[in-house]
Structures are given as C-alpha cells and as structure tokens.
C-alpha cells in the first residue's frame, strides 16, 4: 500500500508562540485558525491548498511512538521543530 496524499499532519508542541512564528515566518505557511496566544493553530502551505499543518499546545514526549510511520519529509519537519525546541 502507497499513501497517495497526506491532507493534514497534528503535532503537539510546547510553544505555540514561537512555533507559530516559526511555520508562519520562517517557512511560509498561513495560519488559517488559532494563532501565537492559541491552544490549537492550523496553518496551511501555499502551493498545496489542502495541506494542513495543526498545532495543538501541551505536553511533548521525547520520543515519537509514530516514528515508524512517518516519511523523511515529515521527520525532517518534525526535526527542524525539536531543533528549535519547540
């Protein structure tokens, strides 16, 4: 089996400020809902408009159960945000 398309990715964060700011500032992404003072913020790529980035506040484990499954684009995502603490 071959996913064909991936239309929103959830990852649960510390810092919905500085994560917002960086999605939004630093990779170009628009936030749709929430915000920096939000619990839950989606953003969404500017090519692909149904591609979704949520961002949901609380507590971050160190290691994601899911790694497995997730594709080299998504850990490397998933890298710049632990990378950057958030």
Known sequence: MNVEKISA????INDM???V??????LGL?????????YFSSLQTLGVKDTILNLE????TP???AD???????????????????
């Open 57 to 60: 506040k609380g507590h971050v």
């Open 63 to 65: 290691h994601l159960e």
């Open 68 to 86: 497995n499954f997730l594709c080299r684009r998504c850990r490397s995502v998933l890298g710049s945000y632990e990378r950057k603490g958030i």
């Open 17 to 19: 400020a500085r994560s």
């Open 9 to 12: 990715i959830k990852i649960k």
């Open 21 to 26: 700011h960086f999605s939004n500032r630093l």
């Open 30 to 38: 628009n936030v749709l809902y929430g915000g920096e003072n939000a």
